[in-house]
């Protein structure tokens, strides 16, 4: 089955994510995405990342009702800092019947050619690209062998809604339905931006 993996912190998953999600699955050949919560990612600092276990509850409550849509929790019992390209050596050696697709926004295709071990990565999956508002997606910087996902993009972004929340402002649809006030009374990011 093709797989496609959708690597982040999700500090907090957001309507942007579910809104590329269900697109690609809806269409494109994709049986299934995957969640794949990163514990830290190497290239951004942690401040304001709520512990995993608070953000994989969040997770939870948001696709768990979501067909097709999944948390993987691979990275977290993995050696820190966790690579993508380690991530997808342990997914293909865990789901040897599966096909992986690498699903990033624009914003990481001009550095993805320094990710750790970049022609292997290539090796291991595909690579798909979504459409993020201030970043081209430029023909040059594409590995060979991509996709890019037409008319699928998204401007939402976790800062802003920590920022939002701490500061007690609403975030209007960037958050699933129900998902503010559930978050709110959890007290999540109420001292963190």
Same mark, same amino acid.
């Given at each position: ?8 912190s999700f500090n907090p998953v957001h309507a942007g994510h579910l809104h590329i999600a269900r697109q690609i699955l809806n269409s494109e050949? #994709?049986?299934?995405?995957?969640? &794949? ?10 401040? %304001? ?9 969040? *997770? /939870?409550? &948001? ?26 050596? @342990?997914? /293909?050696?865990? /789901?040897?019947?599966?096909?992986? &697709?690498? $699903? ?22 595909? &690579? ?8 081209? #997606?430029?023909?040059?910087? *594409? ?16 800062? @802003? $809604?920590?920022?939002?929340? /701490? ?10 339905? %129900? *998902? ?6 959890? %007290? ?6």
């Open positions: 089955m093709k797989t496609g993996l959708l690597f982040g050949d #994709i049986g299934e995405i995957w969640f &794949v919560v990163s514990p830290q990612n190497p290239f951004k600092q942690d401040q %304001g990342l709520l512990p995993v276990e608070d953000r994989l509850a969040i *997770l /939870h409550r &948001v696709l768990d009702n979501e067909p097709g849509l999944r948390i993987c929790e691979v990275e977290l019992d993995m050696p820190k800092p966790s690579y993508t390209v380690d991530t997808l050596r @342990r997914l /293909h050696a865990d /789901h040897p019947d599966r096909s992986f &697709v690498l $699903i990033i926004g624009s914003d990481n295709l001009p550095a993805l050619h320094r990710w750790k071990d970049y022609e292997t990565l290539l090796q291991l999956a595909a &690579v798909w690209i979504y459409h993020r508002p201030g970043y081209a #997606i430029v023909q040059r910087d *594409l590995p060979p062998g991509a996709h890019v996902c037409e008319g699928v993009e998204t401007d939402v972004s976790s800062t @802003r $809604i920590r920022e939002a929340l /701490h500061t007690g402002k609403s975030v209007g649809s960037d958050l699933p339905p %129900g *998902l503010e006030s559930w978050i709110r009374n959890k %007290g999540y990011y109420a001292g963190t931006a």
